[in-house]
């Protein structure tokens, strides 16, 4: 499993506003065709990942949750917290 956390980094952090992610991660191998997919989305040249003295990881990253976290919501009524499964 994984977990991320991503803040608003303008907001101060007394705000309440957060998004975290759960999810499985999966190491795609190094120069597959799903990682060379990728770096030509990325523009990353392959030519250029192939002179790193170690290959860049490419993680795929499947989400099973999505929570919210937004204090904001208890004006409107709602939970401060809200999932999406």
């Known amino acids: 499993m ?12 007394a705000s309440g ?3 975290q992610v759960t999810g499985k991660a999966q190491i795609i191998e190094p ?5 060379v997919a ?3 989305f990325k523009k ?6 192939k ?3 170690q290959p860049m990881h490419l993680i795929r990253v499947t989400p099973v949750k999505a929570e919210m976290l937004n204090s904001e919501f208890k004006k409107d009524g709602f939970a401060s ?4 499964v």
């Open 44 to 49: 990353i040249p392959i030519d250029v990942l």
């Open 31 to 35: 120069f597959s065709d799903e990682y």
């Open 38 to 40: 990728a770096a030509e």
């Open 2 to 13: 994984l977990f991320l956390v991503r803040r608003d980094a303008s907001a101060p952090t």
């Open 51 to 53: 002179k790193l003295p």
């Open 17 to 19: 506003m957060a998004m």
């Open 81 to 84: 917290r809200q999932k999406i």
